[in-house]
């Protein structure tokens, strides 16, 4: 199993930039793709990035051009780097761990709120 910690949420207005950190209890050079999902209050969780082991971005359609995931080895970590942040772009984000098969991690989640 793995453990992920998020970190990095909070209060922006619109327009405005976060960087979201995930760390890993492991190396993350076991574990094959990452990922950024979120939940809007009443709504399921989404797919909003994610990072194949090799670097390989994919972005949901409404945050290409504004996200960017990266992940760092060495460190354990995977970022999400928002920026041009929009009210609808409001949830908790929680970040994955695909470890093969039906399994999966998922950290804690962190709070986005995008509002003047």
């Known amino acids: 199993q793995v453990q992920l910690v998020e970190s990095g949420g909070g209060l922006v207005q619109p327009g405005g930039s976060l960087r979201l950190s995930c760390v890993a209890s492991?190396?993350?050079?076991?574990?094959?793709?990452m990922g950024w999902y979120r939940q809007a209050p009443g709504e399921q969780r989404k797919w909003v990035a994610i990072i194949s082991s090799n670097g390989t971005p994919t972005y949901e359609s409404s945050v290409k051009g504004r996200f960017a995931i990266s992940r760092d080895n060495a460190k354990n970590t995977v970022y999400l780097e928002m920026n041009s942040l929009r009210p609808e772009d409001t949830a908790v984000y929680y970040c994955n761990a695909d470890l093969g098969g039906p399994n999966n991690a998922w950290g804690q989640g962190t709070q986005v709120t995008v509002s003047a």
């Open positions: 492991r190396s993350l050079s076991t574990i094959s793709t």
